[in-house]
């Protein structure tokens, strides 16, 4: 067990260094593009949730932590996923902000297909959240079993 924690805290730091490797790629590919409010809201909103996604990484290495304490279904499991939760729902609500640059790319290309991509950018942390709730669902679910057979013990 121990083995496979610390092969997922390997995993955690590895999506950090490509995390980092993409923004700093991002910051440079639009950093000569002209200032303007949509590219301001872009960069508003992929560092926003760059921040946000290493508070997630961050959250998610304490849970690896709790399990490997054998803590894993336990309240405080239970409140980072709550707190996991609602920052993907936050990323998903800051990349809104990403929206109106897809729309002029496809605006200029004429190509309707690149806001599709755009709210593909959108719906994948959306959905992550969803998982997230019924992860939390089971979380509470282990929870209340575990308290009741270590009341029945």
């Not at 955690?12 to 950093?31: E, M, N, R, Y």
């Not at 301001?40 to 949730?49: D, E, R």
């Not at 719906?123 to 009341?151: H, N, R, W, Y």
């Amino acid at each position: 067990m121990k083995r496979k924690v610390n092969l997922l805290k390997l995993a955690l730091i590895i999506i950090s260094f490509l995390v980092i490797f993409v923004t700093v790629i991002f910051t440079f590919q639009f950093s000569s593009e002209r200032k303007d409010v949509i590219n301001s809201l872009l960069y508003c909103a992929v560092f926003g949730s760059v921040v946000l996604g290493f508070r997630v990484l961050f959250l998610l290495n304490r849970i690896l932590n709790f399990i490997k304490g054998a803590e894993a279904f336990s309240v405080k499991t239970l409140k980072v996923v709550s707190q996991i939760k609602k920052l993907i729902l936050l990323v998903s609500i800051v990349f809104v902000g990403i929206l109106p640059f897809f729309y002029r790319v496809a605006d200029r290309k004429d190509a309707p297909g690149v806001m599709v991509i755009g709210l593909a950018f959108v719906s994948i942390p959306f959905t992550a959240f969803i998982f997230t709730q019924i992860v939390e669902e089971l979380f509470k679910s282990a929870t209340e079993l575990k308290s009741d057979s270590e009341l029945t013990i």
